[in-house]
T-cell receptor, first 110, second 113 residues
Framework: SQQGEEDPQALSIQEGENATMNCSYK?????LQWYRQNSGRGLVHLIL?????REKHSGRLRVTLDTSKKSSSLLITASRAADTASYFC??????????FGTGTRLQVFP | SAVISQKPSRDICQRGTSLTIQCQVD?????MFWYRQQPGQSLTLIAT?????????ESGFVIDKFPISRPNLTFSTLTVSNMSPEDSSIYLC??????????FGPGTRLTVT
């Protein structure tokens, strides 16, 4: 399968804690994007990181990219119950076609 | 970003029938993408739709099963033909309106009985 891997598959934390999700991909990429999906609905675009970037921030989100290890991580700081969702990474190679990771289900308890 | 709508939002269909899903974007885009998300799974690309040319299908997906139309730069349809319960999935369209960020529609949840 060309699909990327994500871990953990599921993560449960308390409100206020940080959540870290990891993504690995298989070949050299142009960019990597992170998405959130609530209860099987559409995907919400969170952040894009380019292959020449190592870290990017957006509000409570921090994304890192390590091209030598072909991996990325998404950190959500000070999590809230509303952050409960599935999170997917998606890598892009030489076109706009995306290859998605397996996803992480995040549960944040109030 | 882009505002993307899909119709229908959900449907329950009988096996052997076909369903056409519509995707409308609020701006002109060169390519539109169709993805499938099977229950509890991640997303898989079905095909890429360019205006004025035939869609390009990924391995495992064929035009007879998933015919796609792209009549203009803001609209596309995906038909799921001769449906079986295995086609029960969420179908999503997406676009890249500028730059590299890809945006998704709200999805069509299809249940085949």
């Amino acid at each position: 399968s060309q699909q990327g891997e994500e871990d953990p598959q599921a993560l449960s934390i308390q409100e206020g804690e940080n959540a870290t999700m990891n993504c690995s991909y298989k070949t050299s990429i142009n960019n990597l994007q992170w998405y959130r999906q609530n209860s099987g609905r559409g995907l919400v675009h969170l952040i894009l990181i380019r292959s020449n970037e190592r870290e990017k921030h957006s509000g409570r989100l921090r994304v890192t990219l390590d091209t030598s290890k072909k991996s990325s991580s998404l950190l959500i700081t000070a999590s809230r119950a509303a952050d409960t969702a599935s999170y997917f990474c998606a890598s892009s190679y030489n076109t706009d076609k995306l290859i998605f990771g397996t996803g992480t289900r995040l549960q944040v308890f109030p | 970003s882009a505002v993307i709508s899909q119709k229908p939002s959900r449907d329950i269909c009988q096996r052997g029938t076909s369903l056409t899903i519509q995707c409308q974007v609020d701006s002109q885009v060169t390519m539109m993408f169709w993805y499938r998300q099977q229950p509890g799974q991640s997303l898989t690309l079905i095909a890429t739709a360019n205006q004025g040319s035939e869609a390009t299908y990924e391995s495992g997906f064929v035009i007879d099963k998933f015919p796609i139309s792209r009549p203009n730069l803001t609209f596309s349809t995906l038909t799921v033909s001769n449906m079986s319960p295995e086609d029960s999935s969420i179908y999503l369209c997406s676009v890249v309106p500028g730059g590299y960020e890809q945006y998704f529609g709200p999805g069509t949840r299809l249940t085949v009985t």
